[in-house]
């Protein structure tokens, strides 16, 4: 068996996938600007070496238009492989989507559909992880969620499932030609959140609803370019404009099991000291 390509192999997902792979001993290659073989998605010289002796990839996208436009050049040229498993996200291609970002993700897909390969979609809610291994922890830390998600739910899902999933549909051939919607067990708030953060850490912590503009100015404050500015303004608008208030099965159909709830997520992560203690 050749192993099995993590593309993204540092990131939230690549690194679990690569954790499950391991400990089913299968062999596995992750690829990223300091991998062995040095892979970039925007140093298209770097993709025909990632792909050599590659069978089945896992592919988790670069962030924004441009990524996505990238990860999909890199789709059409994958030749070699037979297999490719997607992380995309969840309400990609339903009414409504009108925002670039989906739009990039819904091209994306369209490209993975039409490759050839044998692929599967996997499309998960936002991840609870968000708040712990991303730009979300320093908003705990400060004690106030600042984002334009408005009074809007998402059905947050613990990455370790995400994960889960994946290496399932990597490694099961009969999810060649699905799209797996997958979400946690219930719908919260911006605003519940903060509560179940706050029950978790023993710290006070608020949600503060910005306007969309207002979010867009402060991530550029902070260092984030215009275009991924409004990337992640367009992503938090989907949970504004309640389109995310909604749970899917897709962990229960293929790991026949519940998916792991927030508060115990919560719970067990502030254990772990990254909120502070």
Known sequence: MNPILILSGKGKTGRRVAAQLDARGVPYRPASRSSAQPFDWYDESTWAGT?????????????????????????????????????????????????????????????????????TIVQPAWFAQGFSEDFLRYHVLAGEIRLSAGTGGEAWIDTNDVGDVMTAALLDESYAGRTIAISGPRVLTMTEIAAELTAATGRPISYVDLDPAA?????????????????????FAVIRNHRSEYVSDGVEQVLGRKPRDFTDWARETAKTGVWGG
């Open 215 to 235: 979010h867009v100015a402060e991530l550029i404050e902070q260092g984030l370019t215009p275009e991924d500015a409004d990337a992640v303004r367009d992503l």
């Open 51 to 119: 792909l050599a002796g590659a069978d089945t990839a896992y592919l988790a996208p670069p962030v924004g238009p441009t990524g996505l436009a990238q990860a999909g050049k890199f789709v059409e040229q994958a030749r070699g492989l037979r297999r490719l498993v997607l992380l995309s996200g969840r309400g990609v291609g339903s009414p409504g989507r009108d925002f670039a970002v989906y739009d990039g993700s819904l091209e994306l897909e369209s490209v993975v559909r039409a490759s050839g390969l044998d692929w």
